[in-house]
């Protein structure tokens, strides 16, 4: 009799161990820009993949093994669906996406569906290399119909609704509920030497055509129509994550953002999931009366620090959303450490960037105010033609916290992070120094121009750094509204 009652409570106990794991397993995983680079990339370590290695902030040699690394824990997580919103590959390279393929097979064949949206990377890249020692020669991309062909079982395959002028689809992945898969990449603008044009290029900044929003907008106001929730996904940004995102970070978003995202709304889209900037934001806008909203939920590269991906449980009409990271992968145990330093090391590389770009403005300006003055009886040169001792300044005053607030944004609810007033405020403070080193020699009238810059442009700038450093869009108007990145439920 006690066996029998010990059994029979093991039962129990594992029926509600089962039950358990059913509330909690995930409807939908979502992750974005794996940039998967396939080992055969590399027929020889050396100098080259070294460079590539030390260019930027992703974990780029090491992405087929977070990639790997995702696919297991996928699949001990168990979740109905997985969407991968762009940037599937390194430089749009054909083995680099049968690699990836592979990889999502492995979902498949455990009765996981996939669907895919290809990003600025993945299609007719000129930049898509193998990397031998010292050296590096071009590898074979792929083109629009052949991405197509090659993701046939990941959303282009049948059972899916085609646009007929883009690589966009909606079909129904889940009882219930409808992905619209949105095409927002430029690669017919795309140009290769291999292809007899005269310069390598390809665009960063995204475009919806209209003919495809038109078809986008049909087939979500025909979804709702018949009952149906409406799960939407793209590699750029159509919602500003913080303000003024249009003007400043233009390539990270499609050409007309916010007339875009009111068709969107208003045909039945609340959520879309997106990508291409590399951060874990969640931001939403509304519609001119505030009684509708969509809000957009921008995941992390999967290869930058911190390696994020999205579970989503659906209930009903509403998406709750958690965020996870790949902590680390074979041979790679310190993987977000690494990863962190990975970001540090880029980031003076920005500050530079963005210094040269604004020593060139700068010098504009100047020399404007200086042809004033000389018909003044003045000719003071206020901007020297040698950026040096600008750009020193610049990073000097920007470097260190440059690192600081690069890494909170990346983490994402940089409003709750402890160091963010302090990072805000140095950012704020070294205006002055900067100011000081690019009008040398002057004087009162360096005051006199500090106070106009001051009371003319800091106001926005000060708007701007709380926008993105207190995680508010519309900062400062009655559209304002805080989203948590991390964790949130959201309508569908």
């Not at 007339?259 to 039945?268: E, H, N, T, V």
């Not at 880029?346 to 105010?369: E, S, T, W």
């Not at 750009?391 to 909170?408: F, N």
Request: charged letters at 20%; hydrophobic letters at 40%.
């Amino acid at each position: 009799m006690k066996q029998l009652i010990v059994i029979v409570l093991c039962l129990v106990e594992a029926l509600a161990s089962l039950q358990g794991m059913a509330a909690t397993r995930p409807d939908i995983l979502v992750f974005t820009d794996p940039h998967l680079m396939a080992p055969a990339l590399v027929k020889k370590q050396g100098q080259a993949v070294q460079a590539l290695a030390r260019s930027d902030m992703r974990m780029i040699v090491q992405s087929d093994a977070i990639v790997a690394e995702l696919v297991k824990q996928a699949l001990a997580a168990k979740p109905r669906l997985v969407l991968v919103t762009g940037d599937l590959t390194k430089d749009g390279e054909l083995v680099s996406h049968k690699r990836f393929i592979a990889h999502l097979d492995k979902l498949r064949k455990a009765g996981i569906k996939v669907l895919v949206i290809p990003g600025n990377h993945d299609i007719n890249s000129p930049y898509g290399r193998y990397y031998d020692g010292a050296s590096t020669s071009p590898a074979q991309g792929v083109s629009p119909d052949e991405f197509a062909r090659l993701y046939s079982n990941c959303g282009y395959g049948a059972g899916s609704r085609r646009d007929t002028a883009s690589l966009s689809y909606a079909c129904e992945p889940l009882p219930g509920y409808v992905v619209i898969g949105i095409d927002s990449n430029r690669y017919a603008d795309n140009r290769l030497k291999s292809r007899g044009d005269s310069v390598d290029s390809r665009p960063s900044a995204g475009r919806i055509k209209a003919s495809t929003l038109e078809w986008v907008c049909d087939q979500a106001r025909q979804a709702t129509a018949a009952g149906k929730h409406v799960i939407a996904m793209m590699h750029h940004h159509v919602v500003e994550h913080f303000d003024k995102e249009a003007n400043f970070l233009s390539p990270y978003m499609v050409a007309h953002p916010e007339s875009d995202r009111q068709q969107l709304l208003a045909a039945g889209i609340h959520t879309i999931f997106t990508g291409h900037l590399h951060v874990s934001d969640i931001a939403r806008d509304y519609n001119s009366d505030r009684t509708d909203s969509i809000t957009e939920v921008a995941t992390g590269s999967l290869c930058t620090y911190p390696l994020h991906y999205r579970l989503v449980r659906l209930h009903g009409g509403k998406a709750s959303i958690t965020t996870r990271s790949i902590k680390q992968v074979p041979g790679c145990p310190d993987l977000q450490a690494q990863a962190r330093a990975q970001v540090e090391q880029a980031v003076p590389g920005l500050v530079d960037g963005l210094a040269r770009k604004g020593y060139k403005k700068l010098q504009g300006a100047m020399g404007h105010l200086s042809g004033i003055m000389g018909l003044l009886g003045g000719g003071t040169q206020l901007a020297a033609s040698d950026p040096a001792p600008f750009l020193k300044i610049v990073h000097e005053q920007y470097d260190a916290v440059g690192k600081q607030a690069y890494l909170i944004f990346l983490e994402g609810n940089e409003g709750r992070n402890k160091q963010s007033k302090a990072v805000t405020s140095r950012l704020e403070s070294g205006i002055t120094g900067v100011l000081n080193a690019s009008m040398p020699g002057m004087g009162g009238l360096l005051e006199s121009i500090q106070g106009f810059i001051k009371e003319n442009a800091l106001p926005e700038f000060d708007n701007l750094l709380r926008s993105v450093m207190e995680d508010r869009n519309h900062c400062g108007t009655d559209r304002e509204v805080v989203v948590d990145d991390l964790a949130t439920t959201l309508p569908l």
